[in-house]
C-alpha cells in the first residue's frame, strides 16, 4: 500500500514538474527588434537591394530616456544581394533579432515594382513570422522617405500607415491590399495584381503625411501602369469590393450636387458567350442615404429621389466602364474576367486560353445598377428649401 502511495506521489511530481517547463524557443523581447514597416529601394548598384527597417522602441525603453508623447521609433537602412541578405545586416548593426510578426507594411519604390518583384516577395512570403495579412504598398518617390514621415501621432510611421490602409478600406475610394490577397492573383493565369500607391502631401513648411494616391497595375510580377482615384473605385466596384463610401452625383436640376453615403453594395458578374463573342455583364446593386445636398429641391418627393438614384446609376456606370477601358489600354485583366470564364464558361475558356491577350480586347462589357436611396437624413428637405 505504502509503495503505491509512493508512486502515486512520484507520478504527480513529475507531472506538476513538466507543466513548470519553459517554452524552448522564447525569445526575451529585449533581444528582439520588432519591426513596424519595411521598405525597399533600388541601390546605385544595379545588384544591391536598400532595405529600410522600422523598429519600435519598447515602451519601457521610452520612459527611461525620458521620453513621452510621440512616437519613439528607429529606422536602420542597409543593403544586400537580396532581402535577406540585407537584413542581415540590418541585424548585425541593430544588435538585435528583427522580429515580423508585428509588421504592418511593405514598402516597394515604383522603380523596383517596374522591374518586377519576385525576388522580394520570395523572402516575405517565406518567412514564418510575416503574417499574410501585411499590406502592401508602391511608393511614387523613395520608398523610405515614407517611414521618416512625422505624423505627430504616438503611433510610428508604419502603424500609422497600417492604420489609414485599415480607413481607405472602409471608404472604400482605393484598393487595400494584403500580400495573401497579392499572391492570390499572381498565381491565376490572367488575373492582373494591384497595389495602392502611397505619397506625400505637404501640410505646411514642417510636415508631410503619406496618403493613398492611385493603384499601381501589375502584369504578373511588373508594375505597368496606374488607375487614377475615380477609375480605382471603379476597379473595386467591379470586384464587390465597396462596402461603404461617399460619391457625389448631380441633381435633378443638372447644376447642382447630391452627396450620397453608400451603406450596401453588392457586385456579380455573370459571363456570357453568343457564338464566337464574350460579353462580362456586371450588376451591381446599392443602398445608401443623402448625406448633402447643394440645391433647394426637395428630394422627399418620390419623383424626385428617383432622378437621383438614376444620376447615381449613371455614375457608378460610368466608373466602372472607364476602369474597363484603362484596363483594355493596358491589356490588364484587373477584374479577373480571365478566371470568370475558366470557372463558368470552360468549353469557350479552353478554346481561347492560348490566346487570351488577343481575346481580352475583344470581350464587350455591360453594367447594370440599380441603386436606391432609403433615407433623408435628420431633415427631409434643404435648408434653402423655398416651396410651399
Known amino acids: 500500500m505504502k509503495n503505491i502511495k509512493n508512486t502515486i506521489m512520484l507520478s504527480i511530481c513529475v507531472i506538476l514538474s513538466l507543466s513548470l517547463t519553459s517554452c524552448w524557443s522564447s525569445v526575451e523581447l529585449n533581444k528582439l527588434g520588432i519591426v513596424t514597416g519595411v521598405a525597399l529601394d533600388k541601390s546605385s548598384k544595379a545588384e544591391d537591394l536598400n532595405i529600410t527597417a522600422q523598429i519600435g522602441v519598447p515602451k519601457l525603453e521610452k520612459s527611461n530616456s525620458g521620453v513621452g508623447g510621440k512616437a519613439q521609433f528607429i529606422n536602420i537602412k542597409e543593403k544586400g544581394k537580396n532581402v535577406s541578405d540585407a537584413l542581415k545586416n540590418i541585424s548585425r548593426e541593430y544588435n538585435r533579432e528583427l522580429f515580423f510578426a508585428h509588421n504592418q507594411v511593405v514598402i516597394f519604390n515604383k522603380d523596383l515594382a517596374q522591374q518586377g518583384i519576385s525576388e522580394q516577395l520570395d523572402f ?35 502603424i500609422n500607415i497600417g492604420k489609414l490602409i485599415k480607413n481607405e478600406k472602409n471608404v472604400s475610394q482605393l484598393p487595400s491590399i494584403n500580400f495573401k490577397e497579392f499572391t492570390a492573383r499572381l498565381m491565376s493565369k490572367t488575373t492582373s495584381p494591384v497595389i495602392p500607391i502611397i505619397d506625400m502631401k505637404t501640410v505646411d513648411e514642417k510636415t508631410k503625411v503619406p496618403y493613398i494616391a492611385s493603384t499601381a497595375v501589375f502584369k504578373k510580377d511588373k508594375m505597368i501602369g496606374e488607375l487614377n482615384e475615380s477609375e480605382s473605385m471603379g476597379l473595386l466596384w467591379g470586384i464587390n469590393k465597396v462596402k461603404y463610401g461617399t460619391i457625389t452625383v448631380n441633381s435633378p436640376n443638372g447644376n447642382d450636387k447630391v452627396a450620397v453615403r453608400i451603406l450596401r453594395a453588392k457586385t456579380h458578374i455573370k459571363p456570357k458567350v453568343e457564338g464566337e463573342h464574350i460579353y462580362m455583364n456586371i450588376y451591381i446593386d446599392a443602398e445608401g442615404d443623402i448625406l448633402e445636398q447643394t440645391s433647394s429641391e426637395d428630394l422627399s418627393i418620390p419623383k424626385i429621389i428617383k432622378v437621383v438614384e438614376e444620376n447615381e446609376n449613371l455614375y457608378i456606370g460610368n466608373q466602372v466602364l472607364s476602369t474597363w477601358s484603362k484596363a483594355k489600354e493596358m491589356n490588364a485583366d484587373v477584374f479577373g474576367f480571365g478566371d470568370l470564364i475558366y470557372k463558368y464558361k470552360p468549353k469557350k475558356w479552353k478554346a481561347i486560353e492560348n490566346k487570351w491577350d488577343t481575346e481580352f480586347q475583344k470581350i464587350t462589357v ?8 432609403r433615407r433623408m437624413g435628420k431633415i427631409t428637405k434643404p435648408s434653402t428649401y423655398q416651396g410651399k
Open 124 to 158: 516575405f512570403l517565406r518567412q514564418r513570422e510575416m503574417r499574410p495579412l501585411t499590406w502592401m504598398l508602391v511608393s511614387n518617390g523613395e520608398a523610405a522617405s515614407i517611414l521618416e514621415t512625422n505624423t505627430n501621432t504616438q503611433d510610428d510611421p508604419g
Open 366 to 373: 455591360n453594367v447594370e445598377v440599380d441603386a436606391k436611396i
